[in-house]
């Protein structure tokens, strides 16, 4: 199995990104779809995931209001759509996957990654 993040990009604040995640390689349509981030000197956050079978999703705190996660099954892509960006959005945003029916915003569920997109919010 297979991901590539997409979409990343410099935005000033207040500013709107939408990032894809297109999957390949699923042997069964029942996994999970994570979105987290990574900005330098700091730890790996969790910050939303989707059921793709189920399209039940999750939310950290920090992006609730904000964010929103959906799921094109079809195409097999989940996008992450990020409205009222704020500065201490930027990071390397990365998704994940795992085999599953209900998803968990925490990394050590995923066992596979896509190489990650560059989000910057300029103040």
């Known amino acids: 199995a297979r991901l590539a993040e997409s979409g990343g990009g410099l935005v000033q604040a207040g500013g709107s990104l939408r990032l894809s995640c297109a999957a390949s390689?699923?042997?069964?349509?029942?996994?999970?779809i994570g979105w987290f981030r990574q900005a330098p000197g700091r730890e790996r956050e969790g910050v939303s995931c989707?059921?793709?079978?189920?399209?039940?999703?999750r939310y950290a705190d920090s992006v609730k209001g904000r964010f929103t996660i959906s799921s094109d099954r079809s195409n097999k892509t989940v996008f992450l759509v990020m409205n009222s960006l704020r500065p201490d959005d930027t990071a390397t945003y990365y998704c994940?996957?795992?085999?599953?029916?209900?998803?968990?915003?925490?990394?050590?569920?995923?066992?596979?990654w896509g190489q990650g997109t560059q989000v910057t919010v300029s103040s």
């Open positions: 989707i059921n793709v079978y189920t399209d039940t999703t």
């Open positions: 390689g699923f042997v069964s349509g029942r996994y999970n």
């Open positions: 994940a996957a795992y085999y599953g029916m209900s998803c968990l915003v925490d990394y050590r569920q995923y066992g596979t």
